[in-house]
């Protein structure tokens, strides 16, 4: 069993930078691989960023790529999403998410989700 508690989120100008942090419980934390994904109001949830388990490969959607980094820590059972230069399509409530096995960038696959944290970025 995994919970996910995402922070972090808030108003940003476009151009700006925001860093979500996801703190996870359970003793298997680093077995798992972790996501995060967004849903703006009434779209789909859509895919965003994904680590391994061990942190050594990432993954990222076309949208957000070179613009923002995921990253883990193992021993305090966190992840990070960085957000640089976000932009007003970037408005989302954005959730952290983790999975058995190997990173993916479909949300079905994912067992536990955090409650998410609202991103808002002005123009």
């Known amino acids: 069993q995994v919970q996910l508690v995402e922070s972090g989120g808030g108003l940003v100008q476009a151009g700006g930078s925001l860093r979500l942090t996801c703190a996870a419980s359970g003793r298997t934390f680093s077995s798992y691989a972790m996501g995060w994904f967004r849903q703006a109001p009434g779209k789909e949830r859509e895919f965003v960023a994904a680590?391994?388990?061990?942190?050594?490969?990432?993954y990222y959607a076309d949208s957000v790529k070179g613009r923002f980094t995921i990253s883990r820590d193992n021993a305090k059972n966190m992840v990070y999403l960085q957000m640089n230069s976000l932009k007003p399509e970037d408005t989302a409530v954005y959730y952290c998410?983790?999975?058995?096995?190997?990173?993916?960038?479909?949300?079905?696959?994912?067992?536990?989700w955090g409650q998410g944290t609202q991103v808002t970025v002005s123009s």
């Open positions: 998410a983790a999975k058995k096995g190997l990173m993916g960038n479909y949300y079905g696959d994912y067992d536990y």
């Open positions: 680590i391994s388990w061990i942190g050594g490969n990432t």
